[in-house]
C-alpha cells in the first residue's frame, strides 16, 4: 500500500488527476481494488485529489481554444462528475467572447460567401462553441 501511495504521490506532484484517470493509472501496480480505492479515498480526504480542482484547472487551461460542450465532454471522458463540471464551467469566462477571440485568430475576415460562412460555423461548432454564440460573434462582426 505504501508503494501505491508513493506511485499515486508521484503522479500528482506533476499535474491534477481526477479520481478516475488516477485510478486507471494505478490499477495495474494496485494488489487490489479494496486497496486502490482505499489510497484513492485517503488522497480525496487529505485534499491531495481532487475532481473540482482538476476540472477547474482543465477549464482554465482550455478555455481560450474550445467552447463550453467541448470542455464538458472531455471532462466527462476524464471521469468528472456533472455537479464538478458546472461548478468549473464559469472559471473560463464568456462562451460568447472566446468565440470570438478563437474566431478572430482563425479566420481574421468576414466570410464573402454562404459556403465560407457555414465553414466558418463548422470551425466554430467542431470546437464545442453554441450556436447561440457563434450566432452572436458571426452577427456582431457582421454589424
Not at 472559471?91 to 475576415?109: A, L, N, S, Y
Not at 470551425?123 to 450556436?131: A, K, T
Amino acid at each position: 500500500m505504501p508503494d501505491l501511495r508513493v506511485r499515486a504521490l508521484q503522479l500528482l506532484t506533476r499535474r491534477d488527476y481526477s479520481r478516475a484517470e488516477l485510478q486507471k493509472k494505478l490499477a495495474t501496480h494496485a494488489e487490489s481494488a479494496e486497496e486502490l480505492d482505499s489510497v484513492l479515498d485517503t488522497l480525496q480526504s487529505e485534499r491531495l485529489l481532487s475532481d473540482q480542482r482538476y476540472a477547474v484547472q482543465r477549464v482554465a487551461a482550455r478555455a481560450g481554444r474550445y467552447g463550453d460542450a467541448r470542455l464538458k465532454q472531455e471532462l466527462h471522458l476524464k471521469g468528472v462528475g456533472d455537479d464538478d463540471i458546472a461548478a468549473a464551467l464559469p472559471e473560463g469566462g464568456d462562451e460568447t467572447e472566446r468565440c470570438r477571440m478563437v474566431w478572430q485568430r482563425k479566420f481574421r475576415q468576414l466570410p464573402q460567401s454562404p459556403e465560407e460562412r457555414a465553414k466558418q460555423m463548422r470551425f466554430l461548432q467542431y470546437r464545442g462553441f453554441s450556436s447561440e454564440a457563434i450566432r452572436r460573434v458571426l452577427r456582431g462582426i457582421e454589424q
